[in-house]
C-alpha cells in the first residue's frame, strides 16, 4: 500500500517515516513541529498579553474606582462639614432665638406688671376724684347754707340796727314797724353782705374741715 508524501505529494510506501525523495518527515507533528510551535508561542504571547491587558485593565479599573471613592469621600467630607457648619449656625440661630424669646417673655411680663400697677393707679385716681367730687359738691352745699345764714344774720343785724335808730327819735316807737329792707338799702348793703360772706366763708372753712371730717373714700 503507497500513500502521498506530505511535503512533495509522490507516492511512497506507508510505513516509511521519512520521504526517500525529499527526506521530509511523514509524522504530523514532525512535520509541522515549526508551525506548532510558532503556534503555541504566538498562543503564549497572545495570552500573556491577553493576561497583561487584563490584569492592567483591572489595575486602571480598580485605579478609578478607588480615585471615584476618594472623590466621593472628599465631597462627602466636604459636605459633611458644611453640614457641620449650617449645624452650628442653625444652634446659633436657636440659641438666639431663645435668648430673644426669654427677652420678650420678660419685656412682656414687665409690660403686663406695669399695665396692672397703671390700671391700679388709674382706679385709685378715679376713686380720688369721686371722692374729691362728693367733697366738692359737700362743700359747696356747706358755702351755699352758710351764705343763707349769713344773709338772714345780715338782714336780721340790720333790721335791728334800724329798729335801735328809730326807737329815740319817733315816738311812735311802740308802733310795729316793718322788718324788710327797702329795696335802696338792699342794693347798698349787697357788696357788703358779698365781702361778709367771703369773710365768714375763709374764717368758717377751716372750722367746718376740722371740725367735720368726711369719710375718707380716697384708698391712699
Same mark, same amino acid.
Given at each position: 500500500?503507497? @500513500?502521498?508524501? %506530505? !511535503?512533495?505529494? %509522490? *507516492?511512497? $510506501? @506507508? ?8 527526506? =521530509? &518527515? ?27 491587558? #487584563? #490584569?492592567?485593565?483591572?489595575?486602571? =479599573? ?15 467630607? +466636604?459636605?459633611?462639614?458644611?453640614? &457641620? ?7 446659633? +440661630?436657636? *440659641? ?7 427677652? #420678650?417673655?420678660? /419685656? ?5 406688671? +406695669?399695665?396692672?400697677? /397703671? ?13 374729691? =367730687? ?13 351764705? =343763707? ?6 338782714? $336780721? ?12 327819735? !319817733? ?8 322788718? @324788710?329792707?327797702? *329795696? &335802696?338799702? $338792699? ?9 361778709? #360772706? ?23
Amino acid at each position: 500500500m503507497t @500513500k502521498q508524501c %506530505r !511535503s512533495c505529494k %509522490r *507516492e511512497i $510506501a @506507508k510505513g516509511q517515516s521519512t520521504c526517500y525523495i525529499c527526506g =521530509s &518527515q511523514q509524522s504530523f507533528v514532525r512535520h509541522n513541529i515549526t508551525s506548532i510551535l510558532l503556534s503555541f508561542s504566538l498562543l503564549g504571547t497572545v495570552s500573556v498579553a491577553s493576561y497583561w491587558y #487584563v #490584569v492592567q485593565s483591572v489595575k486602571q =479599573s480598580e485605579s478609578e474606582r478607588l480615585q471615584l471613592i476618594e472623590s466621593i469621600n472628599a465631597e462627602s467630607s +466636604k459636605k459633611l462639614q458644611t453640614l &457641620q457648619l449650617q449645624l452650628e449656625q442653625a444652634n446659633q +440661630k436657636l *440659641e438666639l432665638a431663645k435668648t430673644n424669646a426669654a427677652q #420678650v417673655s420678660n /419685656a412682656a411680663t414687665d409690660t403686663s406688671l +406695669k399695665t396692672e400697677a /397703671a390700671e391700679k393707679r388709674a382706679k385709685k385716681a378715679e376713686e380720688r376724684a369721686a371722692w374729691l =367730687s362728693k367733697e366738692n359738691r359737700r362743700f359747696k352745699a356747706t358755702i351755699k347754707e352758710l351764705n =343763707s345764714k349769713t344773709s338772714d344774720i345780715q338782714k $336780721a343785724t340790720l333790721t335791728s340796727t334800724k329798729n335801735q335808730q328809730q326807737s329815740p327819735n !319817733s315816738p311812735s316807737s311802740q308802733v310795729p314797724v316793718d322788718n @324788710k329792707p327797702t *329795696e &335802696q338799702e $338792699a342794693v347798698k348793703s349787697e357788696p357788703q353782705n358779698e365781702a361778709v #360772706v367771703k369773710d365768714s366763708q375763709l374764717d368758717n372753712s377751716p372750722q367746718q374741715t376740722s371740725n367735720e371730717k368726711p369719710t375718707p373714700l380716697n384708698p391712699e
